[in-house]
């Protein structure tokens, strides 16, 4: 029963075409070809969909705002300057960016069984997410428009709010993980969670780099 395949769970030749596809493009990918024990493969294959429609609705927004940019003939209200480019946001960015390395650092020390590294490099992830959250928080303060000063407003509230939502949820999903790794033998059993947590982790921040070169250098 071990190697039995479900015909109805493997519609597409996934073993054929992986053989033409990079190493880091597989792991998204189902390896077992629809065998009953993939449940690793399925279920990241099951998350890469989920984060690909979160990516349609970021890209709605994008498009949205682009849209709004080139469409409104004065796109800040007198006496708004907007968002600045202000040394704290790239340092906030340059934190949040380079976090990716960091987790997938962690999850390789993960898969060498290298726990204690593990432990302090996924702690670390979880920080700088933090530190994030916080700069984000800080410069919501310090703005000189609200919510609802025009277009600028309510569409850099929203971007900036609805990214620092899953940075959130990032950060929760790690927190999760870190306790886990404390259960003797836990991740004997597989570590989807933990590859999921760095799969999310990697699209917060390729979100960021978008959203930043709207907000930020994209200037009025």
């Known amino acids: 029963m071990a190697n039995s395949t ?10 054929k075409l992986q053989r033409f596809m990079p190493n880091w493009l597989k792991r998204f990918l189902p390896s077992g070809g629809g065998r009953a024990h993939d449940h690793h493969g399925k279920s990241m294959f099951g ?4 984060l690909l429609s979160e990516s349609i609705v970021f890209l709605s927004f994008f498009v949205t ?23 704290a946001v790239i340092i906030n960015s340059v934190v949040l960016v380079s976090s990716s390395f960091v987790i997938q650092a962690a999850e390789g020390a993960l898969k060498r069984r290298q726990m204690k590294k593990f432990r302090w490099l996924w702690f670390t992830t979880s920080a700088m997410g933090v530190f994030f959250l916080v700069g984000e ?3 919501w303060l310090g703005l ?10 309510g569409t850099f509230y929203l971007l900036t709010g609805f990214h620092g939502l899953h940075v959130f949820t990032g950060i929760l999903l790690q927190i999760i993980m870190l306790v886990r790794s404390f259960i003797p ?11 999921a947590s760095t799969l999310f982790w990697h699209f917060v921040d390729v979100i960021w780099v978008i959203l930043f070169s709207l907000v930020y250098l994209w200037r009025a």
Not at 47 to 50: G, K, S
Not at 185 to 195: C, I, L, M, R, T
């Open 6 to 15: 479900h015909s109805d769970e493997s519609p597409m030749p996934l073993e």
């Open 65 to 87: 705002y682009i849209a709004l940019r080139l469409t409104s003939p004065q796109w800040l209200p007198p006496g708004v300057k907007g968002p600045d480019l202000s040394t």
């Open 185 to 195: 033998g836990n991740y004997n059993k597989g570590d989807f969670g933990v590859s």
């Open 137 to 139: 928080v800080k410069e």
């Open 144 to 153: 000189d428009f609200g919510l609802s000063t025009g277009q600028v407003g």
């Open 47 to 50: 998350f890469t969909v989920f």
